[in-house]
């Protein structure tokens, strides 16, 4: 199986702050990574699709990009709503898999 | 608007089964990839298959053919049968559409709200 190494696991930031998230997959799956925001009690939104393309209605704060293995969900500005856990999945390989996901919380 | 609905969670002994159903409403369904995902409680996010639209199943191989994946285009709904449930098969159950782009694989844009499984004695 791809094993998808996310990091951080915990991110503690402040409204107006630029944050990243890394995922490093371990082998090679192209451009099919996606990002996901999910909120408690709540199902995953997408946000980012083919490594760096933004979902249609996502605000376009978040911004995502690949090099080789490594790829990158960037918010620009935190935003109140933003405050959430993000996931990346890989579906370029079966069996499709995720990252252990980022808990992004206010400073 | 697209609706995907999920249902047929619940309370289930060890060994037991249960059948999960997604509806959906608001997209010509017979176009498009289905899928289940899970998380259980506290934990993250979990691929279990896909079906494509012809019928076509791919699975986790973890599952060992516990699961199966269906689906009814005559009524707009994606099945799960799970068999010889086990106590780490507690999770919230998800489906999700998948959309294809430009000869992408299918790329999980809407996702119902989920149904909780809880397998316990």
């Known amino acids: 199986d791809i094993q998808m190494t996310q990091s951080p696991s915990n991110l503690s930031a402040s409204v107006g702050d630029r944050v990243t998230i890394t995922c490093r997959a371990s082998q090679n799956i192209n451009s099919w990574l996606a990002w996901y925001q999910q909120k408690p009690g709540k199902a995953p939104k997408l946000l980012i699709y083919?490594?760096?393309s933004l979902e249609s209605g996502v605000p376009s704060r978040f911004s995502g990009e690949r090099s080789g293995t490594e790829f990158t969900l960037t918010i620009s500005s935190l935003q109140p709503d933003d405050f959430a856990t993000y996931y990346c999945?890989?579906?370029?390989?079966?069996?499709?898999?995720f990252g252990q996901g980022t808990k992004m919380e206010i400073k | 608007e697209v609706l995907l609905v999920e249902s047929g969670g619940g309370l289930v002994q060890p060994g037991g089964s249960l059948r999960l159903s997604c509806a959906a409403s608001g997209f010509t369904y017979m176009d498009y990839w289905m899928a289940w995902f899970r998380q259980a409680p506290g934990k993250g996010l979990e691929w279990l298959g896909n079906?494509?639209?012809?019928?076509?199943?791919y699975y986790a191989p973890f599952l060992s053919g516990r699961f199966t994946i269906s689906r009814d285009n005559a009524k707009n709904s994606l099945y799960l049968e799970l068999n010889s449930l086990r106590p780490e098969d507690t999770a919230v159950y998800y489906c999700a559409r998948g959309r294809v782009e430009h000869w992408s694989p299918p790329i999980f844009d809407y996702w119902g709200q989920g149904t909780l499984v809880t397998v316990s004695t």
């Open positions: 079906i494509k639209q012809d019928g076509s199943e």
């Open positions: 999945q890989q579906h370029n390989t079966y069996p499709y898999t």
């Open positions: 083919q490594a760096s």
